[in-house]
Every structure is written in structure tokens, then in C-alpha cells.
């Protein structure tokens, strides 16, 4: 775990909301970098959270709010699965951690291109939220990689140091 000082700290609203989205975006997939297969598959709590499974989670997330709610697709033309909650951390066994580092990473790629396409006011529906805007998403995307983020470097802490317990 370590911590440093975001690189762009002044701008637009926008210039920053998007530097600090995309920092999250990079602190989640560095929390599983260098992991073994394995180590990324493991449970230490008892929701269905893994390593692995947070970054499967954000692509989802991506797909649902960036591709499915502001560019209007159906959820059956996204780039993948759009199935919220639980069933959002899971991975295919023959997914390597690899695979869902370049899923999450394509599916933040389409979000900036889709975004670019919207100013931060524009409102869009979401099936069960109703009205959002790009400027929501935004936030709450921050907030979810950020909390997400955390939780993975809780997660790769107990897998590098783990505590004898007795």
C-alpha cells in the first residue's frame, strides 16, 4: 500500500474529475498486479470479494453506467456482463487475471470515449435510479474505485502478510 499525491490537482471541474477517475481506475488494478492466479482468486471474507473479483466488478460497472445507461445500449450490445451485485465479482475459470485487467481497462477506455461525447450536465435515465447526469457518474464511479481500491489493498496485505492467527 502506498499513497500518493494525485498528478493533476487543478483545472476544469471536469479536467478533474476525470484525472481522479482514472487514478482510481489505476490504484484498483495496481492492488492486483503481480499476484499469483491463485492469490488473486482468494476469499477472505464472506461476501463473494476477491482480488480478482473487484476488478471484474469495475468493468461491469463501467459497462453499466458509461456504455448501457449514458450511451443508451442495451445491456445485450455492451461489451460484456451488465448483471449488477453479487454476480458482478464473478469469474470465469478460465478468466485469467490478465484477462480481467484488459477487460476493466477496454471497458474504461469505451467510458472515456462515450463520455467525451457528453457534457457534464447531460442527463440520461436510469432504469431504476431515474434522472443522472455525466457529473454523477462520474462521482460515483470515483467512489466506487476508490472504496473498491481499498478493499484490495486490505485484500493483498493479508495475502503478502498474513497474521498467524491462534
Given amino acids: ?4 499525491m494525485p498528478p493533476i490537482t487543478t483545472g476544469t471541474e471536469r ?14 488494478v495496481n492492488t492486483v498486479r503481480g499476484l499469483s492466479e491463485a492469490a488473486a482468486r482468494r476469499r477472505f471474507v464472506a461476501s463473494l470479494t476477491t482480488p480478482i473479483g ?13 456504455q448501457h445507461v449514458l450511451a443508451g445500449l442495451p445491456e445485450s450490445e455492451c461489451d460484456g456482463g ?7 465479482f464473478l469469474v470465469d475459470d478460465n478468466q485469467s487475471l490478465a484477462d480481467v485487467i484488459s477487460e476493466f481497462q477496454r471497458a474504461a477506455r469505451r467510458s472515456r470515449e462515450i463520455a467525451a461525447g457528453f457534457e457534464l450536465d447531460d442527463i440520461r435515465t436510469h432504469p431504476r435510479v431515474g434522472g443522472v447526469s455525466l457529473r454523477f457518474v462520474y462521482l460515483l464511479a470515483i467512489e466506487d474505485f476508490a472504496r473498491h481500491a481499498g478493499h484490495g489493498d486490505i485484500l493483498r496485505e493479508q495475502i503478502e502478510h498474513p497474521i498467524a492467527r491462534g
Avoid at 1 to 4: A, L
Avoid at 15 to 28: G, H, Q
Avoid at 82 to 88: F, Q, Y
Wanted: net charge neutral; aromatic share 8%; no cysteine.
Fill in 1 to 4: 500500500m502506498t499513497w500518493s
Fill in 15 to 28: 479536467r478533474l474529475l476525470e484525472s481522479m477517475l482514472d487514478r482510481n481506475r489505476a490504484e484498483l
Fill in 54 to 66: 473487484l476488478v471484474k466488478h469495475a468493468a461491469v460497472a463501467e459497462r453499466i453506467w458509461f
Fill in 82 to 88: 451488465t448483471t449488477p451485485g453479487d454476480a458482478s
